[in-house]
């Protein structure tokens, strides 16, 4: 195996603290939220994190999509650590306090921008079955200035530093300028940049900085209700997924010594994945219905173990099967956590 050097993958993105908790269909009714979907908090939901603190039983994780991602890439590599690297504005409070020691704990090398106008960011994740409803509220993680942080010199050598990128598109809400400026380094390097369709209301309401980036992504990822909002929004005219993948595949790219892939997952039906002309589909792991306990984060879980063998340049069928095998590890927990080592070969 070869050796990874410290700071070769990069994420970026809203660094949020998860309050998870296994809640009630009438508290999703109060706050008009769907059993499955992810949200930015309105107005009406501000009660909605007082209220499940108080009436249910929760458990605080250091969460925020791409911040997961690249936890769980680190967990998969093991050594050295430090191998991922993510970048992204918290408070300067309590809650800024427990992510900077999870990210810590969780050997990554995170450079937190801090200030102390707004709150760090949480997330409510209510669970329903094996169903969860995401409400983000960004507070902090919505402060993210590129010139304080991005620009500077030492943060900007860690983008020099990495060959692979990974941003959910739930950034594209909060800087899509600095999405741009590290997609545009990746493509003038060769390096690898990797993109996820994140949420519906991303590629339905942050359409137009959503299409300045995809002529620099390498690999986008996404699930299967998210393609088919984005198909909708692009007006693919389809509805079949494989063919909604060769058309995402087809749209114009800038780094032509790449072509793009694009990786769909469907829960426990499997995973669609461009490759050069074919579209392939592979099946992921089985599980019994009984041992699945939040699916919080399976999604975050698949690419973080993509990545841990793309950041090694190993076959994209590898990088599937890791994929595949963090997801796997993921929903038999509560949150985005994992065991001390990960058992994948």
Known sequence: MPALSQNA????????????AVVDKDLLDKYGLKPNDQILAEEKHKELFEEIVKKFKVEYHAGGSTQNSVKIAQWMIQQPHKVSTFLGCIGTDKFGGILKKK?????VDAHYYEQSEEPTGTCAACITGDNRSLVANLAAANCYKKEKHLDLEENWKLVEKAKVFYIAGFFITVSPESIL????????HNKVFGLNLSAPFVSQFFKEPMMKVMPYVDILF???TEAATFAREQGFETEDIKEIAKRT???????KKRQRIVVFTQGKDGTVVTNGNEVMVFPVLDIDQSEIV????AGDAFVGGFLSQLV????????????????NVIIRRAGCTFPEKPDFH
């Open 249 to 255: 595949q087809s749209l114009p790219k800038v780094n």
């Open 9 to 20: 993958l990069f994420g970026m993105g809203n660094p949020l603290l998860d309050i998870s």
């Open 294 to 297: 939040d699916t919080n984060g």
């Open 181 to 188: 400026k590290v997609a545009k380094h990746a493509s003038e």
């Open 103 to 107: 990210a810590e704990e969780a050997h």
């Open 312 to 327: 090694y340049d190993r076959p994209l069928e590898e990088c599937i099967r890791a994929g595949h095998y963090s997801a």
């Open 222 to 224: 996404g699930n299967e």
